[in-house]
């Protein structure tokens, strides 16, 4: 009778000690694949973000977007920012910048990028690249019109582009809402942004990336200042500020705005 108990006992140690062994493997079983299995390697133009430099989720290129629930109050998109001139030095070319630095933004974030701002290294890069595109098949990079900006999208990164004329600020909203960002055209000095020396540029241009209907504003990347990663202006303040640029006569008061296709 004792043998049978014994062996009773020692028959349910052994399947708690099975158990114990299960659960233990199955907790960690990320960590035994991860030992089993490392992952690919892969190579990236600039060096590795840090987890607080990237966004917490994916960012999805152009994504139509259909509710039938309200529109929200306030939207945003996950673009990258960089000022035009990436390392503080605001002296030419770096100075007339603004258009390449809302081009390059707007290229990145139709590529899926994931960073929240682009390394200095990399964006004077690519700035400078824009301009000598912008050279070769403008002729000139300095004050470029919404149709330069939409050609130049276009032709250096394949990034469809269209240009609206009449544009109103519900169509600038409904265009974030598409999760398209879009590029504004304005004239600088009516924007009154504190951070411009001089009262800011004649023309300037900068990247709307969502809004806020409860302080009436647009969120913005404003290239103009090493502070301008999201930065609000007043909605109605930048609507008025909207402004094209003509090769031949200078500033025109045209409520034009530049959104991919």
Not at 26 to 41: G, N, T, Y
Not at 64 to 73: G, N, R, T, V
Not at 75 to 92: I, M, R, S
Request: hydrophobic fraction near 40%; charge should be negative; glycine fraction near 4%.
């Amino acid at each position: 009778m004792i043998k049978l108990f014994l062996k009773i006992i020692a028959a349910i140690f052994f399947e708690l000690m099975l158990f114990a062994m299960s659960y233990i493997i199955w907790h960690h079983q990320e960590a035994f694949l991860r030992a089993q299995s490392p992952e690919d390697s892969f190579v990236e133009t600039a060096p590795l973000a840090t987890t607080e430099d990237r966004f917490p989720d994916p960012v999805l290129a152009w994504e139509e977007k259909e509710s039938k629930e309200p529109l929200p109050l306030s939207f945003e998109l996950p673009v990258p920012f960089t000022a035009q001139a990436p390392y503080g030095n605001w002296n030419e070319p770096w100075q007339n910048f603004c258009e390449e630095a809302v081009i390059l933004m707007t290229a990145r974030f139709h590529d899926g990028y994931t960073r929240q701002t682009i390394p200095p290294e990399e964006a004077s890069r690519s700035l400078l690249s824009i301009m000598r595109y912008e050279q070769k098949h403008l002729g000139y990079n300095i004050d470029t019109g919404v149709d330069d900006i939409a050609s130049t999208l276009k032709g250096a990164y394949n990034v469809p582009m269209q240009v609206v004329s009449n544009a109103t600020i519900e169509d600038i909203k409904n265009t974030v809402l598409r999760y398209r960002p879009v590029i504004v055209p304005v004239s600088g000095k009516l924007l009154q942004n504190p951070q411009f020396l001089r009262g800011g540029p004649v023309y300037h241009t900068v990247l709307v990336i969502g809004y806020d209907d409860r302080d009436e504003t647009f969120i913005t990347h404003e290239p103009g200042t090493r502070f301008g990663k999201r930065y609000r202006y007043d909605q109605k303040k930048l609507y008025n500020a909207i402004a094209d640029w003509d090769q031949r006569l200078g500033l025109v008061s045209k409520k034009v705005i530049v959104i991919p296709e």
